[in-house]
């Protein structure tokens, strides 16, 4: 019978680390997502490949698909999540999952974990409008909110939550420099 607690299947997680401490290869991942853009300011992103040590370890079925917009007020039909909505999206997620992962290592059942992510803007640099303000944004906001169940006592809780504030790969890709390169091709 697999170990399971608070829904996360750490057979799995120590099955990882082992395969990761006899291949240390095995630690080396790419996350993959294309998008295909269906006019206006939307576009099809699939997610369907997931590198470790060179190889794809992602099944057929594993294959996503999400639909990006943007707002009317920004030219989109404001039918599917912006690009930012799908940021804060990611860090959500990323905190639901991790803070749940860190209970069930550290033996702390839970009942309740919600995230609200606020990312704050000034769309002046965006649009153009003064090249002064920055087009990324002015500052992000998260706000977790858990409950514990059987005894969980609130310093178990908090631990795992600001363990992953210190691990959480949404959070330090947003909030640590990143190298980013890019490239271009031009079909004829």
Request: net charge negative; glycine share 8%.
């Given at each position: 019978m697999p170990n399971?607690?608070?829904?996360?299947?750490?057979?799995?997680?120590?099955?990882?680390?082992?395969?990761?401490?006899?291949?240390?290869?095995?630690?080396?991942v790419q996350f993959k997502?294309?998008?295909?853009?269906?006019?206006?300011t939307q576009a099809s992103v699939t997610v369907s490949e997931l590198f470790s040590n060179g190889n794809n370890i992602r099944?057929?079925?594993?294959?996503?698909?999400?639909?990006?917009d943007e707002p009317a007020v920004l030219g989109g039909k404001d039918e599917y999540p912006n690009p930012v909505e799908y940021l804060a999206s990611a860090l959500c997620g990323c905190l639901t999952a991790g803070i749940a992962?860190?209970?069930?290592?550290?033996?702390?059942?839970?009942?309740?974990?919600?995230?609200e992510v606020l990312v704050n803007f000034d769309i002046h640099g965006v649009l153009g409008l003064?090249?002064?303000?920055?087009?990324?944004?002015?500052?992000?906001?998260?706000?977790?909110t858990l409950k514990g169940k059987n005894g969980a006592k609130m310093e178990e809780l908090i631990k795992s939550k600001e363990t992953l504030d210190k691990k959480s790969p949404i959070k330090n890709t947003i909030e640590l420099p990143l190298k980013?390169?890019?490239?271009?091709?031009?079909?004829?």
């Open positions: 399971i607690k608070n829904g996360v299947n750490l057979d799995n997680i120590e099955a990882l680390v082992g395969a990761i401490q006899n291949d240390p290869e095995v630690a080396k997502a294309q998008s295909e853009w269906k006019g206006g099944t057929e079925a594993s294959k996503f698909n999400l639909i990006v992962t860190n209970a069930a290592l550290f033996g702390t059942e839970l009942e309740k974990i919600n995230v003064d090249r002064s303000k920055p087009s990324g944004p002015l500052d992000l906001h998260y706000k977790v980013v390169t890019t490239e271009v091709v031009i079909e004829e």
